[in-house]
């Protein structure tokens, strides 16, 4: 059974860093792009990175572009999203999700597997 598990999450103050991690039980963790998500209360899930299976590519939403990075460890079948600069408008239900399409996408119906979320919540 597929298990992606994120962590990493908590409250900061605006302007604070935090790295959140997903580690994922794919057998071939290198097939698959991954991506992080998010949901804030009252609004639709929503689009945040995305790298591709080596690493080499990635891909941001705007809100984001400049102060997040996404990475991945494929060894240790884990991905990353490092937060700098965090705003109160980040606050969120963060999800890691998997896609083994040939190349990363925004939209989040093409992922075939799902974190539960970590609630990261920035006080102003």
């Known amino acids: 059974q597929v298990q992606l598990v994120e962590s990493g999450g908590g409250l900061v103050q605006a302007g604070d860093s935090l790295r959140l991690s997903c580690a994922a039980s794919?057998?071939?963790?290198?097939?698959?792009?991954m991506a992080w998500f998010r949901q804030a209360p009252g609004k639709e899930r929503e689009f945040v990175a995305a790298i591709s299976r080596s690493g080499k590519s990635t891909d941001y939403a705007d809100s984001v572009k400049g102060r997040f990075a996404i990475s991945r460890d494929n060894a240790k079948n884990t991905v990353y999203l490092q937060m700098n600069s965090l705003k109160s408008e980040d606050t969120a239900l963060y999800y890691c999700a998997a896609d083994s399409a040939a190349y990363t996408t925004r939209w989040a119906a093409a992922y075939e597997y799902w974190g539960q979320g970590t609630q990261v919540t920035v006080s102003t």
């Open positions: 794919l057998r071939t963790f290198n097939n698959y792009n």
